[in-house]
């Protein structure tokens, strides 16, 4: 079963750090594009982050660029999200996602972990 | 700035009523547009890829048309289960979403 499960969303104060984690099985993990999208309380979706197979391409939503880095772990079919400098318009529920498809197309989306800046 | 806006905000309708969802491009898109559903608790889920293909094991009353701006989901019947709030998506931009609820 093709499974994404993320983790390490946590209530972390203003200017604080963090590290998710989404850990992929059931495919190779190494072939896909991935993408971090998040969701504010009450609100919609929004990406984030995106990667390529081999980390040699990544792209960042304008509010996170110099904050956040995007990374992953083919070897630990692992997929990370690092963030600094946390404000509290970060506070959303994090997805990651498989992609697919030239325009980024989220096929497989992960259950979500939530992260709370307060 | 690409731009992709939902109509309507809200759709109220009953079960077994046919649902369309619009969406529209700020610039053509060609048929590169995807849709997601989401119910409430849940994480998204893909629907339809290249404007009208459905993704895997989603049921065939579920269809999307549209090619260049303009795009729409329909839903033949709705059913209980298909209450939720629905994505239109292009690269990293979505719409804001419409939400489908009992009437």
């Known amino acids: 079963e093709v499974q994404l499960v993320e983790s390490g969303g946590v209530l972390v104060q203003p200017g604080g750090s963090l590290r998710l984690s989404c850990a992929a099985s059931g495919f190779t993990f190494s072939s896909y594009w991935m993408k971090w999208v998040r969701q504010a309380p009450g609100k919609g979706l929004e990406w984030v982050a995106t990667?390529?197979?081999?980390?040699?391409?990544?792209d960042y939503l304008d509010s996170v660029k110099g904050r956040f880095t995007i990374s992953r772990d083919n070897a630990k079919n692992s997929l990370f999200l690092q963030m600094n400098s946390l404000r509290a318009g970060d506070t959303a529920v994090y997805y990651c996602?498989?992609?697919?498809?030239?325009?980024?197309?989220?096929?497989?989306w992960g259950q979500g972990t939530t992260v709370t800046v307060s | 700035e690409f731009v992709l806006t939902q109509s309507p905000v809200t759709l109220s309708l009953s079960p077994g009523e046919r649902a369309t969802l619009s969406c529209r491009a700020s610039?053509?898109?060609?048929?590169?547009l995807a849709w997601h559903q989401q119910k409430p608790g849940q994480s998204p889920r893909l629907l339809i890829y290249d404007a009208s293909n459905r993704a895997t094991g989603i049921p065939a009353r579920f269809s999307g048309s549209g090619s260049g701006t303009d795009f729409t989901l329909t839903i033949s019947s709705l059913e209980p289960e298909d209450f939720a709030v629905y994505y239109c998506q292009h690269h990293g931009s979505f719409g804001g979403g419409t939400k489908v609820e009992i009437k």
């Open positions: 610039q053509s898109v060609g048929s590169s």
């Open positions: 990667i390529n197979q081999d980390e040699s391409k990544t």
């Open positions: 996602a498989r992609v697919f498809t030239n325009y980024g197309v989220m096929e497989v």
